[in-house]
């Protein structure tokens, strides 16, 4: 059975870091595209970061260049989300998500909060 458990979100200051963690189980994550979704209250689910199978290539929303970094360890079927400079408008619901690209099989998380505030 597919599982991702995300980890790390909490409330932080503006100008702030989070680190995110998806740990991933009952799948070989190198195999998979993995990425970071976000869902922002009245808001449609949005792409954040975007690993390619094998980690070679990664992209990102234009609204998170130069701030977030995706990344990965396929040894431990582990994705990190490092947000650093975080805004208000990063306040939101990060998702886990894992497409091969192959079978076409996906998987969600069941997201963590993220909040950034003073």
């Known amino acids: 059975q597919v599982q991702l458990v995300e980890s790390g979100g909490g409330l932080v200051q503006p100008g702030g870091s989070l680190r995110l963690t998806c740990a991933g189980s009952?799948?070989?994550?190198?195999?998979?595209?993995m990425s970071w979704y976000r869902q922002a209250p009245g808001k449609e689910r949005e792409l954040v970061a975007t690993?390619?199978?094998?980690?070679?290539?990664?992209n990102y929303a234009d609204s998170v260049k130069g701030r977030f970094t995706i990344s990965r360890d396929n040894a431990k079927n582990t994705v990190y989300l490092q947000m650093n400079s975080l805004k208000p408008e990063d306040t939101a619901v990060y998702y886990c998500y894992a497409q091969n690209p192959r079978t076409g099989n996906k998987y969600w998380g069941r997201g963590t909060q993220v909040t950034v505030s003073s």
């Open positions: 009952g799948f070989i994550s190198r195999l998979y595209i």
């Open positions: 690993s390619t199978s094998g980690g070679g290539t990664t």
